[in-house]
């Protein structure tokens, strides 16, 4: 009894961040990891629906999604992909200054993060807004007239035009992935709105940062899905 | 304090992380450049090997998963890669051969 009580007593001395029901500061740290992995398991089956609705209309509309493909901005594209790789930099350096316990190193790099995640919203929010402008969102209002690629070479009698229900289809994939990965975006930037706020009040050191590491995988996760979006959807038929 | 800590945790070094920051951004020029040159069928498959190298890299390195010791997390990774391969596979599996007679 006296020496079970010493060894609770131990086990509470160690770290105050250890959870009672862990044996190790090792092993609490690879059950919330592995917790955080099985959820990043998830999103990918759940991103994966939408991959898939949209390589199997791709593969069936394969010119109507290129002429709509190039309704895109490339450039607001890829600057939004540039934007999330160097937010993907500041949660690493976000990290590794907890882990130094470098407390207003972590406070800075966790604002970048957020600063850059909402230039990428505002990016978003502006071609949206040009998609809106345009008659480009699937609904009542939609009417697209644009001309298949590579059509422009030819006389204008003998050019064709893309199918306007299937550049619909193109759209309705373009907002749901888009729209699907723009929310995970504004959860992110909440998430690490909460985090800055607990970093500056000094909850975080090298002993315990778990909630750091796993809203970092996520906004990595978040990063991986727009590194595939961006080919899929902005650089289809370019060439032509 | 460090000898509880290095067996659990990877601090990464500042020279890798920008190393792979700006293979990331040689990436996203390589892809939009290749999207621009005739390549017929093979440009998505160019895309997707470039997509596919950006996410490997962020994975590895990013996520820490080159340096972890859990050996669960990468059964995690692959699994999901995996029913997700399953998922495309079999569902185009369906759509391509409707035509075939």
């Known amino acids: 009894m006296l020496t079970n009580a010493a060894a609770v007593d131990q086990h509470a001395h160690e770290n105050p961040a250890l959870l009672h029901h862990f044996a190790s500061e090792e092993q609490q740290k690879n059950a919330a990891s592995l917790g955080m992995w099985l959820f990043l398991a998830q999103e990918v089956m759940f991103f994966g629906g939408m991959f898939c609705a949209y390589l199997i209309y791709r593969y069936k509309y394969f010119g109507d999604f290129g002429s709509a493909s190039q309704q895109l901005d490339l450039k607001l594209g890829a600057i939004n992909t540039v934007v999330l790789i160097c937010s993907s930099l500041t949660v690493v350096l976000a990290v590794r200054a907890v882990q130094l316990g470098r407390r207003k190193e972590l406070v800075g790099w966790l604002l970048a993060t957020i600063l850059l995640g909402l230039v990428f919203l505002g990016i978003k929010a502006d071609e949206y807004a040009e998609k809106f402008e345009k008659h480009h969102v699937p609904g009542a209002s939609f009417s697209y007239h644009e001309l298949l690629p590579s059509q422009e070479k030819l006389p204008p009698s003998d050019r064709r035009y893309a199918d306007p229900h299937h550049a619909e289809m193109y759209f309705s994939l373009y907002f749901a992935m888009t729209g699907m990965h723009a929310l995970h975006m504004v959860v992110g930037v909440g998430l690490f709105g909460f985090l800055t706020y607990m970093a500056w009040r000094g909850k975080y050191s090298p002993g315990y940062y778990t909630p750091i590491e796993n809203a970092g995988l996520y906004w990595h996760f978040v990063d991986i899905v727009w590194i595939y979006l961006f080919p899929l959807l902005y650089l289809i038929d370019r060439h032509r | ?101």
């Open chain 2, 1 to 101: 304090m460090s000898d509880q800590n290095s067996t659990s945790e990877h601090i990464s070094s500042l020279k890798t992380s920008i190393g792979i920051w700006l293979a990331l951004l040689a990436g996203t020029t390589l892809t939009v450049l290749a999207a621009l040159v005739e390549l017929g069928p093979f440009n998505i498959v160019v895309a997707l090997l470039i997509a596919t190298i950006k996410a490997i890299l962020v994975v590895l390195f990013f996520m820490h998963v080159k340096y972890t010791h859990e050996k669960l997390t990468p059964l995690v990774i692959v699994s999901a890669i995996f029913f997700l391969f399953i998922l495309l596979s079999l569902s185009m599996a369906d759509y391509v051969t409707r035509l075939w007679r």
